[in-house]
């Protein structure tokens, strides 16, 4: 099934081709075949470009028998674990693939304390964190953060370069229960930090887990697209708050249409979350509690884009800290560059420019830049 579903990948890849836009039919340098869409298409006629995006995220996703969008059945039960709110009916499954209704009930079959769909390890201090310039963590080396891999997202990045847990059914998976997640933290386990796929898929999972995590003494972290229901989202950032630990949001963009063609689902939610959280920064403002990031993808997330996501969280508060990382050529949208240096310093530029204090330039290795520690 591995290599079947991998070959199926390829040939969807492969079969897109062509460099000129389809709407405008102006050639474009970093424009993805995927897409086969330049961004200026795509912000300023997106009811034209919607056909083209939506049939590439439903191919991407039937490779891997995932459901092609978000459920809306006319007599389904709702799920209202995040901001997809689908609407699954009798038989089918939910956006992430989790939850199904069987016998007119809904279930989840990974994502609860019971059970979570995911893999673990222990990363050494200080790692390649989103925050690590701001977080505490590369200042304890000899102890180590708990990465969870969660196998399941509440979104479909065309660009995602941890898509293979969509080889991962959760039918083939045994699970592993919040108390057993955290069971395996010792005295060396400083943080951490749930990722994947991502923790809005699994939070209920992942709040249990934090909860016994907390207890040992663990700082509890989240990088998410932060798509979770508000109330999920306050209850993360109450562990972060407690702990000492942070909130990374990945904002992937600011422009609704851009994020749609990219990721396949609206931003919307996050940036309300990213607000939300934000917004309790003053009740422990000598650590930063919430962290923003954003991928410098080629053609589509340029200094423009960066310069109206600054805005919005200098909007909130210039003291937050924005870290813009390097893109690397991955999923569907592999026939991209890296990000340039220009492209790099141009965004940085504008992200300062739009009012922020704290911005570092992540990925620096793609650059060809120096590490700055």
């Not at 034209?48 to 059945?73: G, I, Q, Y």
Request: glycine letters at 8%.
């Amino acid at each position: 099934m591995r290599v079947g579903r991998r070959g199926a990948l390829r040939k969807a890849m492969s079969a897109h081709a062509g460099e000129a836009c389809l709407l405008c039919h102006r050639p474009s340098q970093h424009k993805s075949k995927a897409i086969g869409i330049c961004a200026a298409c795509l912000r300023s006629d997106f009811p034209a470009a919607r056909p083209r995006v939506e049939a590439v995220h439903a191919e991407s996703r039937a490779v891997f028998d995932l459901p092609r969008k978000a459920p809306r059945h006319p007599e389904g039960i709702q799920c209202t674990l995040c901001a997809n709110a689908c609407v699954i009916g009798e038989g089918g499954r939910g956006f992430c693939g989790l939850r199904v209704v069987r016998g007119g009930r809904l279930l989840h079959l990974a994502g609860t304390p019971a059970r979570g769909l995911l893999s673990w390890y222990r990363d050494p201090l200080p790692t390649n964190c989103v925050a690590d310039w701001v977080c505490e963590g590369h200042r304890h080396p000899g102890c180590h953060n708990l990465a969870v891999f969660y196998q399941s997202c509440t979104a479909n990045c065309l660009f995602c370069q941890n898509w293979h847990f969509r080889e991962t059914a959760p039918q083939d998976h045994a699970g592993t229960s919040a108390e057993e997640l955290a069971s395996v933290a010792n005295a060396r386990t400083f943080c951490v930090c749930y990722f994947g796929g991502d923790p809005a898929s699994q939070m209920p999972h992942a709040l249990a887990a934090s909860k016994r995590l907390a207890q040992k003494g663990v700082r509890v972290c989240w990088e998410t697209t932060g798509m979770m229901h508000q109330k999920l989202l306050d209850r993360a950032v109450e562990y972060s708050l407690e702990t000492g630990g942070c909130i990374k949001f990945d904002l992937k963009t600011f422009d609704e249409e851009l994020h749609l063609a990219l990721s396949g689902v609206s931003n919307r939610r996050t940036l309300e979350n990213f607000a939300r959280a934000a917004r309790r920064s003053v009740e422990r403002p000598a650590l930063p509690l919430v962290v923003a990031s954003t991928l410098l993808v080629p053609g589509y997330v340029d200094a423009e884009q960066v310069r109206k996501i600054a805005g919005f969280i200098a909007s909130i508060s210039p003291e937050i800290p924005y870290a813009l990382l390097a893109f690397a050529p991955h999923f569907y949208m592999s026939d991209l560059p890296c990000t340039s240096g220009r492209h790099a310093r141009d965004a940085e530029a504008a992200a300062r420019e739009a009012g922020l204090v704290n911005v570092r330039l992540g990925n620096r290795h793609l650059l060809g830049l120096p590490r700055i520690d």
